[in-house]
């Protein structure tokens, strides 16, 4: 994404009211996507936060319609809330808009910008501190997908075209090696010949869809750890963030997407990987979590698949990692050289560590079915 002027900054805080008191930002958060800031209003009686984000319209080339969906979905989440006697400001996303009612400013830069209020009291976690965490994460995301059963899939933008496609990831891979413009092909034989070893695994979910023996749901579809905030006193998973992937999906990607982020000790970049392994005991604490929530809204072929979820989501990111070193780590946000590249080996690394315990989690699976 292009940097921004403090100027183009400056104009963006002048488009939002922010209430009484001295502002002041910091950029905030591990996202790799968008640009996030934490604004911060002090006065003599209370200190409020926001959340400030340039949106990465390199990414979402539709910002408008990526807001139309999210203030739909957060509307309609506010009214499931409601309905259930839950806390409306703390349990979704707000929205606030500019001082033109729009849901988001576009600066003279050409930078779209929009802003949450900050929900107060919470931690956002990088790793599980123990299997309770995954669990009530799991809860969380379950809870989630069920608010959004009835919600009409045909009124939500695709605001990334086969952003899950398993298959279309293995193609963009395959066109990125071919083209190698940075040249760094060479030293990464070892994972090239592990994605194309899977080559044939990548369709598994998106053949039973087209099928017609899954079905699509409305779903998140980038359910990682750090998109969930938990209460900061009761450790309880409160509100699930980044809506900008919620789009039509796999019930089993959502649980896959989780398992990948969260079912390890360690981080998602970590350059030892004899320090990535796979948790089955965290993966048990999330089925359970999961399917004790959604597991009676999804079809018995939709649980049955989950460990596929868990195992395609782990290789397509994977295959995304090194698509976007191979061209040079402009999609995801690198904080140093190589960070792409250990970022794809630990999702390799829990495939093959899935591999051997498949049997186990399919047992489990079953368990809690
Ligand atoms: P990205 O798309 O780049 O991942 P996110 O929307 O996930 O951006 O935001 C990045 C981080 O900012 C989150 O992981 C979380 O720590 C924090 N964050 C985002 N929205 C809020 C909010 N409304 N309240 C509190 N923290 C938030
Ligand atoms: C990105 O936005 P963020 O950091 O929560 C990415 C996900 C990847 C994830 C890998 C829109 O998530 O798909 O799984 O990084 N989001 C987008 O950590 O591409
Ligand atoms: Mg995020």
């Not at 649980?255 to 970049?269: C, K, L, Q, T």
């Not at 994977?318 to 140093?336: K, S």
Request: charged share 25%; proline share 3%.
């Amino acid at each position: 994404m292009t940097q921004f002027s403090p100027d183009a900054f400056n104009e963006v805080l002048a488009a939002f009211d922010w209430g009484e008191g001295t502002l002041t930002t910091n950029a905030y958060g591990e996202g790799h996507i968008n640009n996030t800031n934490l604004v911060t209003v002090s006065s003599e009686s209370e200190t409020k936060h926001f959340i400030l984000q340039r949106i990465n319209t390199d990414i979402f080339t539709n910002p408008k319609a990526l807001m139309e969906n999210i203030c739909n979905v957060t509307s309609y989440l506010k009214n499931v809330i409601e309905k259930c006697g839950g806390d409306t400001e703390r349990e979704t996303m707000t929205v606030v808009y500019t001082k033109n009612g729009l849901p988001y400013y576009t600066d003279s830069e050409q930078g779209v910008w929009r802003v949450y209020t900050f929900v107060e009291h919470t931690i956002c976690l990088q790793q599980c501190r123990d299997a309770n965490d995954f669990y009530t994460s799991a809860k969380a995301f379950g809870q989630f997908q069920k608010n959004l059963s009835d919600y009409d899939a045909s009124t939500l933008h695709e605001t990334i075209p086969n952003f899950h496609n398993t298959p279309d990831r293995f193609r963009k891979f395959k066109e990125a090696l071919a083209a190698d413009v940075m040249h760094r092909a060479a030293e990464v034989a070892e994972e090239i010949a592990f994605i194309e070893a899977h080559e044939a695994d990548c369709s598994h979910m998106t053949d039973l869809l087209a099928a017609g023996k899954i079905p699509l749901r409305v779903t998140h579809n980038d359910t990682k750890l750090n998109n969930i905030l938990l209460d900061d006193k009761t450790g309880k998973a409160l509100c699930i963030i980044d809506l900008d992937t919620v789009m039509p999906g796999l019930a089993a990607n959502d649980f896959g997407d989780s398992i990948r982020f969260g079912a390890n000790h360690n981080a998602e970049d970590e350059p030892d990987l004899s320090k990535v392994n796979f948790s089955l005991e965290l993966f048990e604490a999330y089925t359970k979590g999961f399917l004790e929530i959604a597991g009676d809204a999804l079809t018995p072929l939709e649980v049955e698949t989950l460990p596929w979820g868990a195992k395609l989501m782990t290789l397509e990111c994977g295959i995304r990692f090194l698509t976007d070193y191979l061209e040079g780590d402009h999609y995801f946000a690198v904080h140093r050289p190589g960070q792409n590249l250990d970022r794809a080996r630990t999702q390799f690394k829990l495939v093959r560590d899935m591999e051997a315990c498949w049997d186990e989690m399919n047992a489990i699976v079953s368990k809690y079915r």
